[in-house]
């Protein structure tokens, strides 16, 4: 133990420090941490802070409450995996709109009591609709199964098994090549120049629509197939991509369409709402 004096707020305030527990260190090394301890004081830093500021920021990560651990997994799992701003911005929505008045709440305390979570699920089920209700408890379960790789204390088993999933039908909203004949004469019906060329862009470079909508205009450089849309979904449109741009630019077919017939047409960008 080493006693010393911090000026706080004008007074002189008399501390006392641990310098470590007995036995942990000998005498020479002991009075060399004493010594560091009062070098700290006489330049009016109060040790005791800085320790308990290192305890709690141990404490967010070995006994977070869901905003700590919601935090940790955005500003580091996320980012390191490079998910999509559109994905972050659905965890988002599920742990601070669906869960918000759990934000405070020990992960220790979900974990220990999986009928609060098979509950939630049941009313964001009935308030919000079933899709959106199984969405929030994957967030949840890849939030708390990231917390726990650091916090051991919590519940080996993630309380969101216990929930009982909403059927969910897988979405078919590709079209069949029977279907694209159809979808071309509807195409071509468009009085907007730049809407008709904006919705063959995605068709013809496999894009999903808000990455067409960032095309410049003549100097423009379309960028490859997105792996999210392409590869890892199956699509081998690699050969439709070139062969049909080497006959068609719809970009520069739209920067060139009058004005007169898009009047909404910023100039810069293609004229297409978000």
């Not at 405070?104 to 089920?125: E, W």
């Amino acid at each position: 133990m080493v006693q010393g004096a911090v000026r706080k707020g004008g007074q002189r305030v008399s501390i006392r420090v641990k310098v470590a527990k007995v036995g942990d260190l000998n005498t020479q090394k002991a009075r060399a941490a004493a010594k560091e301890l009062l070098g700290k004081m006489a330049k009016g830093i109060d040790p005791r802070e800085n320790k308990r500021s290192a305890d709690e920021a141990e404490r967010t990560i070995t006994h977070p409450n869901l905003r700590q651990a919601w935090e940790r997994h955005r500003n580091v799992h996320t980012k390191r995996k490079g998910r999509s701003e559109g994905t972050v911005e659905n965890y988002r929505d599920h742990v601070e709109r669906l869960m918000a008045d759990w934000l405070d709440q020990p992960l220790s305390v979900l974990g220990n009591n999986p009928a609060l979570v098979t509950a939630r699920h049941d009313k964001i089920t009935s308030e919000n609709g079933p899709y959106i209700a199984n969405g929030c408890m994957r967030s949840l379960r890849a939030i708390y199964n990231h917390a726990r790789k650091t916090a051991r204390s919590l519940p080996a088993e993630n309380p969101v098994t216990a929930v009982d999933w909403n059927r969910e039908k897988r979405r078919d909203a590709a079209l069949g090549v029977s279907e694209l004949a159809g979808w071309i004469d509807a195409l071509a019906k468009l009085e907007n120049p730049v809407r008709r060329e904006f919705h063959l862009i995605p068709a013809l470079v496999g894009q999903p629509a808000r990455r067409a909508k960032a095309c410049q205009g003549r100097a423009h450089r379309l960028p490859g197939p997105d792996p999210t849309h392409t590869e890892a979904k199956g699509w081998r449109g690699e050969g439709l991509r070139h062969s049909a741009l080497a006959c068609h630019d719809p970009v520069s077919r739209a920067y060139l369409a009058p004005r007169a017939g898009a009047p909404s047409y910023p100039g810069e960008r293609l004229g297409v709402p978000s």
